[in-house]
């Protein structure tokens, strides 16, 4: 089901309504006024790119001139960052002017309101759905308070607040926003819009008949003719899925038809609403006992997801969080059919590899893009052509989704829109192949490089498998394979009972709320049950797993789960943890391990060890704390004029300081024979960057990590260095993974250890660890050693000197070996460091060996 949102995006109209307001105060040059007109130019021209850079130079000079060319700047700036899909830059561009028109004289409640709602429909798009619902709701008491708004407002305001109230699960106030736009709707079109929304919270509700009699209704309401199709196609989509939900299969099949024509006609076979329908119809044939027309369906299906321009260039930050999360969806019925279909059962695994590769797009990929675009040199270049096209693609769709909007929009004007597309996309895929063919590092880092099952087969150790996993809303996947054995597995567990199992794990390992004596044993034998015993077939007798783990599944380290039930009162020495006979190592994806195997050079680095820790941060408390505290709060700062986010440092020198990590790198040091120490106020970006860091075969940063923010101006990861006493573009206090990405590296190993550097927050799609990690294997990294949470400093000098311990020892066993032997003697040592709390923080990230 899908709700129709109108979204007023009306920065435009606030500019020509704001910008009279600004007299000039004599005649001649007047340079703001000048910028926003070539803005304005480069807009009407789809050279977004342009239109960017100028908006920006406008914000610039209207930040000195007055308050209303200010807000007018920003504005238009919010405005062409949301068409150019930077998320991030339109969110700060709008807070800013909303809080900069409180300055400007006047009432201007109607332009308050719209910038309101802007923020809020591009807050929706990002899936940050309380910040949305707040902002529309300022928009709407505004707009009450304005004599004469018009009807239109209102009703766009209470539809887009009913659909995201529905989507968080307020279904009384989604009905009473609902009920009040009907006083509202003006035309036959807003009521059938209306209708159509309203259908959709029934059939939420339960309640079938009564949303089959609303999309009926919207149905009558709509002029015969082909107008309005995208409002149609709509209605019908949705009319068919609640007819194939009622077990009304044949009825079904001719709405959801011939709203996938129209969308296919009319928005053209990549367009994600086209994808959606074919999904809807998969499901219909699979419903009707035809297995083998629904398999190839979603087939269809995701080879039109695969195609999608949004989809293949990930990295635009346009490509929001809800739409990722839709797109997982859609690629989950896919290996739901795939794993259902017997017939499919030899050839599933490949098929499976590739659907689940396509599906898993992070979130971090537009914060390396902007890092690689500012840069100079051939990959800046290129890519600053491809975001051009990019730019004027989803302009010109834009453009194509307006017309089909408007009642008598012409079809002369329409296939010139589309034949405009059609030349982007071929332009697009020219560049992007000349891209992948030219620099395929940068594409991993930005797209993801998707491998095939026998290429990934074929670089296995006979004792090694690999664990891939995808998580959706109502159900999970994991792919095994080894190197002569392959098994998909569909795992019936919904995203929200497995992050709370999660969660529980977690708090029974948290140094602030663990008991010593007890651990969730249940909790960890059922994950095992759930995600591993499906496929023990393949990976039962392999020694080493490579795991990729997705979602609620990223925040844990697979060692400390359980083979057996746990019984209570049992010592946890003899659980029958995972670690005892296996040794897990985590992969940010699969061309990590294919690049480190196939594509490394030798390695040439010398120098044992550059350790990087205890920044100066905080006051130093008169009792040494063993655990280090995880850093809270935003440590980011960000200019919109630049569209840039520095670090903090006032705020970062708040964090608690962590004298312990200088004992840690002195263990470290000693345990390799010597190593450079960057300590105190050595332990900096400055001094960290004139270092040639290739030349070093081991790193350790032991300080705070942070995981980056969920919300759409979120600073990205980073690991915490002695701030400056004023940030800059060289050194903010925080070195981020944009930044590490373009370090150059040498290192067998890079030990993270700090807070909660390998922690995710239980969403699908988020990428917090594995961004960073994708970050360093970039910039030539071969190994990682991280922590899930926060770390008793004690059991960490144990485990990381442990295992170089070992790995000095017997140099043959491995990187992975060695870790398992060093958390198997915290296990078993005297002293009682059996519970996982101390020996199962750290993983190992990389190849192994």
């Known amino acids: 089901m899908s709700s129709i949102a109108l979204r007023c995006l009306l920065s435009c109209l606030l500019v020509a309504l704001l910008c009279p307001a600004t007299a000039k105060a004599f005649d001649g040059p007047d340079p703001w006024d000048d910028l926003m007109q070539e803005a304005d130019r480069a807009l009407a021209a789809a050279d977004l790119p342009a239109a960017l850079g100028v908006a920006r130079q406008a914000a610039r000079q209207g930040r000195y001139e007055n308050a209303d060319r200010h807000v007018s700047s920003l504005a238009l700036l919010g405005r062409v960052a949301q068409e150019s899909g930077n998320l991030m830059l ?3 561009a709008l807070r800013e002017a909303i809080e900069r028109i409180e300055r400007v004289p006047g009432s201007l409640l109607r332009e308050k309101a719209v910038l309101h709602n802007n923020l809020g429909s591009l807050l929706e798009e990002a899936g940050e759905l309380s910040g949305a619902e707040s902002h529309y709701r300022a928009a709407l008491a505004l707009l009450g308070q304005q004599p004469g708004a018009a009807d239109h407002e209102h009703f766009n305001l209470l539809l887009n607040l009913g659909g995201l109230s529905e989507r968080t699960g307020k279904i009384q106030a989604a009905d009473e926003s609902y009920r009040a736009a009907e006083a509202y709707a003006g035309t036959t079109e807003e009521l059938a819009t209306l209708n159509n929304n309203r259908a959709t919270l029934a059939h939420r509700r339960g309640r079938s008949a009564e949303a089959i009699a609303l999309l009926s209704s919207a149905q009558a309401l709509l002029p015969a003719g ?16 609640v007819q194939m939900e009622l077990g009304q299969l044949a009825a079904a099949a001719g709405p959801l038809a011939t709203a996938e024509r129209i969308r296919r006609e009319r928005l053209g076979i990549t367009h994600l609403e086209t994808a959606r329908t074919l999904v809807s119809l998969a499901l219909l044939s699979a419903r009707q ?30 490509a929001s969080r809800q739409s990722r999360l839709e797109w997982r969806e859609a690629f989950a019925t896919h290996l739901r059919l795939l794993a259902a279909d017997a017939g499919a059962a030899a050839a599933s695994p490949a098929e ?10 992070g979130e971090l990929a537009h914060v390396f893009a902007r890092a690689l675009i500012s840069d100079g040199g051939e990959v800046g270049e290129h890519l600053r052509n491809i975001d051009r096209l990019l730019a004027a693609h989803e302009h010109e769709e834009r453009a194509l989704t307006a017309h089909l909007q408007r009642e008598g929009g012409d ?21 992007q192949q000349a891209f992948v063919a030219r620099h395929p590092r940068h594409h991993e880092l930005l797209s993801g490089q998707r491998l095939s099952l026998a290429a990934m087969q074929s670089i296995l150790g006979q004792d090694e498998a690999i664990l891939f996993y995808l998580t959706a809303e109502g159900e999970s996947f994991v792919l095994a394979f080894s190197r002569d054995k392959a098994r998909l597995a569909h795992v019936p567990v919904s995203l929200k009972a497995l992050a709370s199992t999660v969660r529980r794990i977690r708090r029974s390992v948290a140094p602030e709320s663990a008991d010593p004596d007890s651990f969730a044993l249940a909790e960890a034998h059922q994950l095992y049950r759930q995600f591993l015993a499906p496929v023990a077939d393949v990976i039962e007798s392999r020694s080493t797993w490579f795991i990729v783990p ?24 003899r659980q029958a943890w995972v670690i005892r006979q296996h040794a897990p190592v985590t992969l940010p994806s699969l061309a990590a391990l294919h690049h480190a195997r196939t594509g490394g050079l030798p390695r040439r680095s010398e120098a044992p060890l550059l350790a990087v820790a205890d920044p100066i941060l905080g006051v130093p408390e008169p009792v040494k704390q063993p655990v280090r505290a995880a850093p809270l709060g935003d440590l980011w700062l960000r200019d919109v004029a630049s569209g840039k986010a520095r670090g903090d440092p006032a705020r970062i020198r708040q964090l608690p300081p962590l004298p312990d990590t200088a004992e840690e790198a002195r263990a470290i040091a000693a345990t390799l024979g010597g190593g450079e120490l960057l300590l105190g106020q050595s332990a900096s970006e400055t001094v960290l960057k004139k270092l040639s860091l290739a030349g070093y075969r081991n790193l350790l940063f032991a300080t705070h990590g942070l995981m980056g923010s969920e919300s759409v101006g979120g600073g990205e990861p980073a690991l915490v260095m002695t701030p400056p006493e004023t940030a800059s573009e060289e050194d903010d206090g925080l070195l981020g993974a944009s930044e590490i990405a373009r370090l150059r590296l040498d290192a067998d190993w890079v030990i993270l250890s700090a807070c909660n550097t390998a922690a995710g ?33 004690q059991t960490t000098v144990l485990l990381s000197s442990g295992t170089f311990n070992h790995l000095s020892r017997r140099p043959g066993i491995g990187k992975a070996a060695a870790l398992q032997a060093a958390m198997l003697d915290l296990i078993d040592h ?7 709390l101390f020996w199962a923080p750290f993983v190992l990230v990389g190849d192994a060996r």
């Not at 082909?226 to 899925?241: E, F, V, W």
């Not at 005297?830 to 996982?836: D, I, K």
């Open 830 to 836: 005297p002293a009682g460091y059996a519970h996982p």
């Open 90 to 92: 339109a969110e700060q």
């Open 411 to 431: 079809r002369r004007s329409e296939e010139d829109l589309r034949r405009s597309l059609a030349e982007l996309r071929r332009q697009l895929e020219q560049q």
């Open 550 to 573: 997705d979602g609620p599944l990223e925040s844990l380290p697979f060692s400390l789960l359980i083979k057996q039930a746990g019984i209570p009162g049992t010592a946890l020495q």
């Open 289 to 318: 006992g035809r297995p083998a027309e629904a398999l190839a369906t979603a087939r269809v299906a995701s080879r039109r997801f695969a195609e999608n321009i949004d989809l293949r260039t990930n990295w635009k930050a346009g």
């Open 352 to 361: 499976a590899l590739e659907i689940m590769q396509i599906a898993r797009h």
């Open 761 to 793: 927050n239980l969403q699908t799609g988020a990428e917090g660890f594995s961004g960073l990690a994708k970050a360093f294997f970039h910039a030539g990294a071969r190994n990682l050693l991280v922590s899930h949470w926060s770390v008793v400093s």
């Open 226 to 241: 082909d107008g309005h199709p995208l409002l149609r196609a709509s209605i019908l989509h949705n009319l068919g899925t």
